[in-house]
């Protein structure tokens, strides 16, 4: 298994931008994450899905940030308009019996 | 909900001392801690974790301890060594396919040679 795989790796866009980061979980495993680190803030939890349904989206910052996961292999996070604030590492985790299995991230820059 | 809370921010230790990080959480319905390392430009990544059920676990050189009483649980690495070197972050959930896990702020070691 290649693990969590998030594409793009790396993202500049400019302010006003929409904004679309993509997840694929690890095959079988019912629960999946959405981070952001930051230096200031560190890892914060934005939303996470069991069984592709959304359980908990407190997290999420505004209504410009939305996700989705429309079947068990594919998740997205978008951000519409984008903001210079919301430049940060975005991670994507699924889950194997409460151990969360990381992706590589996606450096997002919004200048 | 659950809060986590991580201490030191950060740490230096010389090679050979013992490194201790500590947290606590706020939830008593949490049962699983996991410790994460995350090397620079790179992704978290599960060293240990320990269950409720048990007060202490060790894989070699790496231990952490639970006081569910208190709400605090620790990491304690010994003999360090450069490779150490990284961010170590705790989380607290609920464990299992339906939990969440809550991260503490992080804690930045350093081991010098």
């Known amino acids: 298994d290649a693990g969590v795989i998030q594409s793009p790796r790396h993202e500049v866009t400019e302010m006003g931008q929409e904004v679309t980061l993509r997840c694929k979980p690890i095959?079988?495993?019912?629960?999946l994450f959405w981070y952001r680190q930051t230096m200031m803030r560190g890892l914060e939890l934005l939303i996470y899905?069991?069984?592709?349904?959304?359980?908990?989206d407190s997290g999420m910052p505004e209504d410009r940030f939305s996700a989705k996961m429309p079947n068990a292999s594919f998740s997205t996070l978008k951000i519409q308009p984008s903001e210079p604030r919301d430049s940060a590492v975005y991670f994507c985790?699924?889950?194997?019996?409460?151990?969360?299995?990381f992706g590589q991230g996606t450096r997002l820059t919004v200048v | 909900g659950e809060n986590v809370e991580q201490h030191p921010s950060t740490l230096s230790v010389q090679e050979g001392d013992s490194a201790v990080i500590k947290c606590t959480y706020s939830?008593?319905?949490?049962?699983?801690f996991p410790w994460y390392k995350q090397e620079l430009g790179k992704r978290p990544q599960l060293i240990i974790d320990?269950?409720?059920?048990?007060g202490e676990k060790k894989d070699q050189r790496i231990a952490v301890t639970l006081n569910k009483t208190a709400k605090h649980f620790s990491l304690h690495i010994t003999e360090t060594q450069p490779e150490d070197s990284a961010v170590y972050f705790c989380?607290?959930?609920?464990?299992?396919?339906?939990?969440?896990?809550?991260f503490g702020k992080g804690t930045k070691l350093s081991v010098k040679p």
């Open positions: 939830d008593s319905a949490s049962n699983y």
């Open positions: 320990i269950r409720s059920n048990v």
């Open positions: 095959s079988g495993h019912n629960s």
């Open positions: 899905f069991n069984n592709n349904v959304p359980i908990d």
């Open positions: 985790a699924s889950d194997d019996r409460g151990k969360a299995f």
């Open positions: 989380a607290a959930g609920e464990g299992g396919s339906q939990g969440n896990l809550i």
